[in-house]
């Protein structure tokens, strides 16, 4: 009877090869590559809204949207990365370098050049001085936002002080471009806004401020270690169901009157700041 016994299938131990690669492990990259072509389509959608504005042919709001819609699919893109890649178990340096060059064109160049295209095609006859000097700024962001994903590459392997937990070192990348777009934002939602927003001058001081607030290091808040007690649930959930509701009736002017909120937030949370640096170092003293 023993000849006869059923036996199990031998499985054996596959050990990966050096020179494979499993499939899965493509996939952050794939999502890090639409990220950056979303950023470029945005690129490509202003610079075309402003050679029609420079040939005469009317250029509408709808036009530019579909510059902010590539901005926005390009940011939703670079939140799934970074989450998929730890849920696939697929985290490489590779990822890590194609993630920061693609926020670079993303949140760097594609907004500046955004302003630069939005302000220049309002007004077609600005003079060559008033474009070069909106150019200067531009690039000054672009360089800001460089400067700043370098510097966070270089902190990855550095230890995190307790008080800095609840906060970013100078506002994140994709945080500074929703706020240099506020005064977009509002302009294509608010039609009396746009004189005001579309100025040369509105736009140098935006990608100025928002260039130092990213190279800087300044404390802004971090939503990602916040913790709620039981008492603020309620409440909480209410505002965010309100503010779902204002974003499928007034999505733009939504997102602007948040970024602007954002904005103003920056002093306030480095008053926060300083008051926990301060108890945290009370507390060390207190125990040395």
């Keep these: 009877m023993r000849r006869f016994r059923l ?30 072509c979303g950023g470029i389509t945005s690129i490509a959608i202003c610079a075309t ?23 926005l699919a390009a940011c939703i893109c670079d939140a799934l990365d970074g ?7 697929a ?24 302003f630069y295209f939005w ?17 200067a700024f531009a690039l000054f962001y672009a360089m800001c936002d460089a400067f700043r994903l370098a510097r966070f590459n270089t902190m990855l392997e550095q230890p995190t002080l307790p008080y800095w937990k ?4 100078g506002v994140p990348a994709p945080g500074g471009c929703w706020m240099v777009l506020t005064p977009v934002l509002l302009a294509l939602s608010i039609k009396s806004l746009e004189p005001v927003m579309r100025n040369p001058a509105c736009a140098m001081f935006m990608l100025c401020l928002v260039g130092i607030l990213m190279a800087s290091r300044l404390p802004t808040i971090s939503l990602k270690s916040i913790r709620l007690t ?33 904005i103003a937030t920056v002093p306030f949370v480095g008053l926060i700041f300083l008051k926990i640096k301060a108890r945290y170092l009370r507390a060390n003293q207190a125990q040395a």
């Excluded at 029609?52 to 250029?59: D, N, S």
């Excluded at 989450?83 to 178990?89: G, N, P």
């Excluded at 985290?91 to 955004?114: I, M, Q, R, T, Y």
Aim: net charge positive; aromatic share 10%; no cysteine.
């Design 7 to 36: 036996r199990g299938k031998r499985h054996r131990n596959r050990t990966p090869r050096p020179d494979q690669v499993p499939l899965r492990a493509m996939v952050p990259n794939l999502i890090t590559s639409m990220a950056a």
């Design 49 to 71: 809204n402003y050679a029609k504005a420079l040939a005469g042919q009317p250029v509408t709001h709808k036009d530019w949207t579909y510059g902010l819609l590539a901005l």
């Design 83 to 89: 989450r998929v890649a730890r849920l696939l178990k």
């Design 91 to 114: 985290s490489s340096k590779l990822g890590a370098e194609l993630d920061s060059l693609a926020d670079f064109v993303n949140f760097g160049v594609a907004p500046a050049l955004f």
């Design 119 to 135: 302000v220049l095609g309002g007004d077609p006859t600005l003079p060559l001085r008033t474009k070069q000097v909106m150019l």
């Design 166 to 169: 609840h906060f970013f070192l």
């Design 230 to 262: 039981k008492q603020y649930m309620l409440p909480t959930m209410a505002f965010l169901l309100l503010l779902v509701a204002f974003l499928f009736t007034h999505f733009w002017l939504t997102l602007g009157i948040i970024g602007a909120g954002y």
